[in-house]
């Protein structure tokens, strides 16, 4: 019976100790899978381990380093989006073939801070906290109302991991939700709400509806350029 081949998964920086053990435990099925974590983040550490990484898994590598793992098939960005890599992978995958990919890894968060936002927008924290600086104790609502989200109609632009969480933390509040997505067939969860769903041939309809928008789409050349002045201006 033949051997199966090792295959060195090289982190590109320290995870913590309840991390690694969740990766470690997370692949015990898969005894051929070397993950290697440097004992430091140096890029000469990285370096002298590069050329025997399969995948290497990490933030911002730098150009040298992608050169030096000749093997390397597979770059894993944990975070989500990649757009600041795709220049380098472009100028690199010349002579190499290396496939570019991205987790969920600080999807929650990143859900967490867009709603974190909304509500301080809403509820106008910036030019309170301003004015309290000053020593404005009060303002009355002819200064800065807060917008109640009650009653609001809130689109989420693409419904991956994080605008799936992000409409789950809103679902508290009394709030219209509407969602376009590229292809509802892959729509597998169950909504956290009642929502009216589009697809993005009505983009522009959409966004009538609607008065308050989330966007959480990768930056691609399908989306670049998606929404302009023209589409802003469609809000209600």
């Not at 404005?136 to 693409?158: M, T």
């Not at 990768?218 to 989306?223: G, R």
């Amino acid at each position: 019976m033949q051997k199966e081949k090792k295959v060195n998964v090289l982190c590109i920086w320290q995870p913590n100790e309840d991390l690694k053990q969740y990766l470690t435990q997370g692949l015990e099925d898969y005894p051929q899978v070397n993950l290697i974590f440097p004992p430091d983040t140096e890029e000469e550490t990285f370096l002298k381990l590069a050329p025997d990484a399969d995948i290497i898994m990490g933030w911002r590598p730098t150009k040298e380093l992608l050169q030096t793992a000749k093997k390397v098939k597979l770059f894993i960005n944990p975070g989500a989006g990649v757009q600041h890599l795709i220049s380098l992978f472009q100028e690199v995958t010349i002579d190499q073939s290396i496939t570019l990919v991205n987790g969920h890894g600080n999807a929650y968060n990143t859900a967490q801070h867009a709603v974190a936002l909304l509500l301080a927008l809403t509820n106008r924290v910036v030019l309170h906290h301003n004015w309290m600086k000053e020593g404005h104790w009060r303002k009355g609502d002819a200064d800065a109302a807060s917008v109640p989200l009650q009653g609001r109609k809130i689109g989420f632009l693409g419904y991956g991991h994080v605008n799936r969480i992000a409409h789950k933390l809103l679902s508290g509040f009394d709030a219209e939700f509407f969602i376009i997505r590229r292809d509802w067939e892959k729509q597998q969860t169950f909504l956290p709400t009642p929502a009216t769903p589009y697809s993005y041939a009505d983009l522009h309809n959409f966004l009538k509806e609607i008065d308050t928008l989330i966007v959480a789409v990768p930056l691609t050349e399908k989306t670049k350029g998606l929404l302009g002045k023209k589409e802003l201006e469609l809000l209600g």
